[in-house]
């Protein structure tokens, strides 16, 4: 069974900056972090979970959401089977609980297209 672990999270002024991690263990024999697309999303109170960011199998590809483009950027490190998201410039409005979710396919933006999450990790931007 695949487990993700986020760490990272924390409180922040607006404006600072702040990178999470997400750390994977658990792969089957002749499964690695290599077979797996990577994802972030992120949940606030009352508001359904959305994507953030995506980063492609060989991490040659990254796709991010149009209010976090230009200040987040993901990326992986396959021989640490770890991705990060590096987070800019961020505002009150990206607070939030940050999810790194796997999976299978090529890549994927949607909650349902990810096969296994982590527990989450929360940010919070406040002055």
């Known amino acids: 069974q695949v487990q993700l672990v986020e760490s990272g999270g924390g409180l922040v002024q607006p404006g600072g900056s702040l990178r999470l991690s997400c750390a994977a263990s658990?792969?089957?024999?002749?499964?690695?972090?290599?077979?797996?697309?990577i994802g972030w999303f992120r949940q606030a109170p009352g508001q359904e979970r959305e994507f953030v960011a995506a980063?492609?199998?060989?991490?040659?590809?990254?796709w991010y959401s149009k209010s976090v483009k230009g200040r987040f950027t993901i990326s992986k490190d396959n021989a640490a089977d770890t991705v990060y998201l590096q987070m800019n410039n961020l505002k009150p409005e990206d607070t939030a609980v940050y999810y790194c979710?796997?999976?299978?396919?090529?890549?994927?933006?949607?909650?349902?297209?990810?096969?296994?999450w982590g527990r989450g990790t929360q940010v919070t931007v406040s002055s």
């Open positions: 979710a796997a999976t299978k396919d090529p890549v994927a933006t949607e909650v349902g297209d990810y096969e296994h």
């Open positions: 658990g792969f089957h024999s002749g499964v690695n972090w290599t077979h797996y697309a």
């Open positions: 980063i492609s199998w060989s991490g040659g590809s990254t």
